[in-house]
C-alpha cells in the first residue's frame, strides 16, 4: 500500500525529485543523466566462486544511490522505468548484443518479509520494465520469476564477504518446472545492486542445479563439428555496483574494499 500511496499521491501533490531533491519533479534531468552513465564488467574483491560474469549499468554513488534507495525503500514505483531502462543497457551488454534466442530475464528473489514490508518487489519491477525496454528495442525478452528463497537468511547490512557468502549458501531454489523454461532462451540474472557478489553467486549455484546452459552447434563450426555442444558462460546483469568493482576490472592487481548493502 505504502508504493501504490506515493504513486497516487504524486499525481497530485508536487514532488521532489528522488534522487537530488529538486522540487516538482519525480526524476530531474541530471538524476536521469546519472542513470546513462557508462557501465561495463563489475567484478569485487574478494570474488564470490560460481559468480557468474557481471555487467552493471553505473556506479553506486551519488544520486544512483539515491534512487535504487527510494525505489526499494520509499516506494517511489514511478522510478521503475528509468532503472528498467538502465538494466536493460547491462543485459544488452552482459549477452554482447547477442539475440539469436530470446531473453529471460531471471530475477533475484526478495524474502515474502521484504515484500510485505516494502509493498512491492522491487528487482522484479524492475526486471519486468527492462524486459519492456528490449522488446522495444527489437529483442524477444520476457521475465522468468523461477528462483525463490527455501530458508530464511538474516539482513545483509553489516556483514563482510564472508559473512554475506555463508548467510545465502543454499538459500535459493529453482520452482518446479522452473528447469524446463530456462531451456527455451538466454537466461541472464537480474538484480538491482551488487556488492559482495554473495547472492548473485548463490542465485547462479541454484540455477545450475537444473539447468546447464548451452548452445549446439557454435557459429563457425564447420558442419562435421554441428553435432559437438559448447556451454554459455552464465551472466548476469545490474544497475549499479559498487564503484571499486569497474576499477578491480581494469586493475585486477589491485585490492579493494566493496562496501555496501544487499538484500
Excluded at 505504502?2 to 499525481?11: A, D, K, N, T, Y
Excluded at 555463508?166 to 540474472?189: D, F, H, I, M
Aim: overall charge positive; some cysteine; hydrophobic content about 45%.
Amino acid at each position: 500500500m505504502r508504493g501504490w500511496w506515493r504513486e497516487i499521491s504524486g499525481l497530485v501533490l508536487p514532488g521532489a525529485c528522488e534522487g537530488c531533491g529538486v522540487p516538482r519533479t519525480g526524476l530531474c534531468a541530471g538524476c536521469a543523466g546519472a542513470l546513462a552513465g557508462g557501465g561495463g564488467r563489475v567484478r569485487p574483491a574478494p570474488e564470490p566462486t560460481g559468480l557468474p560474469v557481471v555487467h552493471a549499468a553505473v556506479p553506486y554513488e551519488g544520486a544512483v544511490r539515491e534512487l535504487l534507495i527510494a525505489h526499494k525503500e520509499r516506494g517511489a514505483l514511478g522510478l521503475a522505468g528509468a532503472l528498467g531502462g538502465a538494466l536493460a543497457r547491462a543485459v544488452e551488454a552482459a549477452v554482447g548484443g547477442a539475440r539469436e534466442r530470446p531473453l529471460l530475464l531471471v530475477p533475484v528473489p526478495s524474502s515474502r518479509r521484504s515484500v510485505r514490508a516494502r509493498g512491492h518487489d522491487p528487482t522484479r519491477r524492475v526486471a519486468l520494465a527492462a524486459a519492456g525496454r528490449l522488446r522495444r528495442a527489437g529483442a524477444s525478452a520476457r521475465v522468468v520469476p523461477v528462483l525463490r528463497q527455501r530458508r530464511a537468511v538474516a539482513d545483509q547490512a553489516g556483514l563482510g564477504a564472508r559473512g554475506r557468502w555463508a548467510n545465502v549458501a543454499g538459500a535459493l531454489e529453482v520452482v518446479p518446472g522452473g528447469g524446463r523454461l530456462l531451456a527455451a532462451g538466454r537466461v541472464v540474472l537480474v538484480d538491482d545492486l551488487m556488492t559482495t557478489g554473495a547472492t548473485l553467486a548463490e542465485a547462479a549455484r541454484a540455477l545450475g542445479a537444473v539447468h546447464r546452459p548451452f548452445t549446439s552447434g557454435a557459429a563457425g563450426r564447420s558442419p562435421r563439428d554441428s553435432t559437438q555442444h559448447e556451454f554459455e558462460q552464465r551472466v548476469a546483469a545490474v544497475i549499479a555496483s559498487s564503484p571499486a568493482s569497474f576499477e578491480i576490472n581494469r586493475n585486477s592487481s589491485e585490492t579493494w574494499i566493496v562496501a555496501g548493502g544487499e538484500r
